[in-house]
């Protein structure tokens, strides 16, 4: 298979059940953004970080890819035939687990904090805020895209903030109050 295709040429693409649509569309927008935070991850996988930090990280990056299909799927034409590209209330609390053990590491928050700290951390606070950017688009859909897809990504970027700073902790990093 070739890397280029030549059918985008003209500035539209395909969604996964055919449709063609301009490229600035929105879920065209909406799964763009999941598709560079998992480039942001990927950057955040490159500074080295422990090995049970990175094994959530790739793990997440294979749901984004799910997520990413999911809102290339407006007509649920793949979700039904391809289990992994779906996700579920189940992911969700997955993350909520996550959430609670990763949070539990570094002293509790009493202030605003800025972002920053080690390579890794620094760039997991980035992929946060590229993850509400993400949300924004998905809830900004019409129609609506599929209401676990949004809490999913809500909590990733909880996550994300709890993965900066336990990053930054395990480091001896210690976080700059607002």
């Known amino acids: 298979m070739k890397l280029y295709t030549r059918t985008g040429d003209s500035g539209d693409t395909s969604l996964f059940d055919g449709t063609r649509v301009k490229k ?12 560079e935070l998992n480039a942001w991850l990927g950057f955040v996988r490159s500074s080295k970080l422990d090995a049970d ?4 990280i790739v793990e997440i990056q294979r749901d984004l890819f799910a997520l990413g ?3 290339a799927d ?23 687990r996550l959430i609670d053990r990763f949070d539990a590491e570094p002293p509790p928050l ?3 904090i800025l972002a920053g700290g080690t390579p890794g951390g620094a760039a997991l606070h980035v992929a946060r805020t590229v993850c ?17 897809l949004v809490r999913y990504v809500n909590r990733l970027s909880d996550l ?3 993965l900066a700073r336990a990053v ?6 210690p976080e700059t109050d607002w």
């Open 132 to 148: 509400r950017r993400a949300e924004r688009r998905i809830v900004a859909l019409t129609p609506p895209a599929d209401a676990v």
């Open 74 to 96: 407006p007509a649920d034409k793949i979700a039904s035939r391809v289990t992994k590209a779906v996700l579920d209330d189940e992911a969700v609390e997955r993350l909520e």
């Open 53 to 56: 930090v990175d094994a959530v």
């Open 110 to 112: 009493r202030h605003f």
């Open 69 to 71: 299909a999911q809102l």
């Open 24 to 35: 600035d569309d929105p879920r065209v927008d909406a799964y763009g953004e999941v598709d």
């Open 168 to 173: 930054n902790h395990r480091a001896g990093v």
């Open 160 to 162: 994300l903030f709890a």
